[in-house]
């Protein structure tokens, strides 16, 4: 009977790990041994014909905090994260409570709240290219009607980067609306029945009931947000290329320069390893934190 049960127990182990393999196998090629050759590149110095590749250490992580692009291209990805991420994430619940609501032509607010997760960033890019061009972009038509002078608002410093912000702020938000609006759908009516019964307002309702509920939604949008800040830089090549003089230039575009322009693959992969520690940090520190509110029942 004890062998039974143990071959029955072995039989299970088997199975599962089976079942794990495919994930274990796209994860190790797709993400952890890219991860582990970033950070061996790192260690080596930039090669060429005549002087080969030979082993530095932390050489190249020093020579990136010694260059002050580095840190202005991270002043500039703070500031687009400290930005987008509080605006798309307040803009999602907003247009997820509206869209969640009682209301004449429900389904198509949700599609046009919806349609700009669906165009490529390069489409998005483009279509902005629009409403900012200088000389016949909407932006300063709407402005010049009420006497405002045309502003070029990729072209001066002062400007650039908040036209970026915009994009990709109207771009996430019907994203992570759709994790918003699921997630309330699976709220029991009932609950807002008892709080109707008890007089409770709308605003109480949502600040005391929906969203403690939604919070593990919020969990889940802001490590997305926050991977995203980094990740998208699409339109950076259609809308400014980092310019002007750099103002608009984000830390995934400058390592896609080092790495394809200058062809400075190690000091690229520091900063790409930097990059991921910094991430990863994040992510548990927000699970550490958020993870204890989070209410999942």
Same mark, same amino acid.
């Given at each position: 009977?004890?062998? =039974?049960?143990?071959?029955?127990?072995?039989?299970?182990?088997?199975?599962?790990?089976?079942?794990?393999?495919?994930?274990?196998?796209?994860?190790?090629?797709?993400?952890?041994?890219?991860?582990?050759?970033?950070?061996? !590149?790192?260690?080596?110095?930039?090669? &060429?014909?005549?002087?080969?590749?030979?082993?530095?250490?932390?050489?190249?992580?020093?020579? *990136?905090?010694?260059? +002050? /692009?580095?840190?202005?291209?991270?002043?500039?990805?703070?500031?687009?994260? /400290?930005?987008?991420?509080?605006?798309?994430?307040?803009?999602?619940?907003? *247009?997820?409570?509206?869209?969640?609501?009682?209301?004449?032509?429900? /389904?198509?607010?949700?599609?046009?709240?919806?349609? +700009? !997760?669906?165009?490529?960033?390069?489409?998005?890019?483009?279509?902005?290219? %629009? %409403?900012?061009? +200088?000389?016949?972009?909407?932006?300063?038509?709407?402005?010049?009607?009420?006497?405002?002078?045309?502003?070029?608002?990729?072209?001066? +410093?002062? !400007?650039?980067?908040?036209?970026?912000?915009?994009?990709?702020?109207?771009?996430?938000? /019907?994203?992570?609306?759709?994790?918003?609006?699921?997630?309330?759908?699976?709220?029991?009516?009932?609950?807002?029945?008892?709080?109707?019964?008890?007089?409770?307002?709308?605003? &109480?309702?949502?600040?005391?009931?929906?969203?403690?509920?939604?919070?593990?939604?919020? #969990?889940?949008?802001?490590?997305?947000? *926050?991977?995203?800040?980094?990740?998208?830089?699409? =339109?950076?090549?259609?809308?400014?290329?980092?310019?002007?003089?750099?103002?608009?230039?984000?830390? #995934?575009?400058?390592?896609?320069? =080092?790495?394809?322009?200058?062809?400075?693959?190690?000091?690229?992969?520091?900063?790409?390893? #930097?990059?991921?520690?910094?991430?990863?940090?994040?992510?548990?520190?927000?699970?550490?934190?958020?993870?204890?509110?989070? =209410?999942?029942?």
């Amino acid at each position: 009977m004890t062998d =039974h049960f143990a071959l029955q127990r072995r039989r299970r182990a088997i199975n599962g790990w089976l079942l794990l393999a495919p994930s274990l196998v796209m994860l190790s090629v797709f993400a952890l041994y890219p991860s582990v050759a970033t950070v061996f !590149t790192s260690l080596w110095s930039r090669g &060429t014909r005549r002087s080969p590749s030979e082993f530095v250490g932390l050489e190249n992580y020093r020579h *990136m905090f010694d260059d +002050p /692009g580095f840190w202005l291209v991270v002043q500039n990805n703070l500031f687009y994260a /400290g930005l987008t991420i509080p605006v798309s994430i307040g803009m999602a619940l907003t *247009m997820a409570l509206w869209a969640n609501a009682t209301l004449p032509a429900r /389904g198509f607010v949700r599609t046009a709240y919806f349609t +700009p !997760t669906v165009l490529p960033m390069i489409a998005a890019a483009n279509l902005w290219l %629009f %409403f900012y061009t +200088p000389s016949f972009g909407i932006l300063n038509q709407i402005a010049g009607l009420f006497g405002a002078d045309p502003v070029n608002w990729l072209g001066q +410093p002062s !400007t650039a980067l908040w036209a970026i912000c915009v994009v990709t702020i109207w771009k996430e938000s /019907g994203f992570f609306m759709i994790f918003y609006l699921a997630a309330l759908q699976t709220i029991p009516p009932d609950l807002k029945e008892a709080a109707d019964i008890e007089g409770a307002s709308r605003w &109480t309702y949502t600040r005391c009931i929906a969203l403690p509920l939604l919070m593990p939604t919020t #969990l889940f949008i802001l490590v997305n947000a *926050m991977i995203n800040s980094v990740k998208l830089i699409d =339109h950076l090549f259609i809308l400014t290329k980092g310019g002007p003089s750099d103002s608009s230039k984000l830390i #995934l575009y400058y390592i896609w320069e =080092h790495a394809f322009a200058y062809f400075d693959r190690p000091t690229a992969a520091a900063m790409t390893a #930097l990059v991921l520690a910094v991430l990863g940090i994040l992510a548990a520190l927000q699970f550490a934190i958020f993870d204890k509110k989070a =209410h999942y029942r």
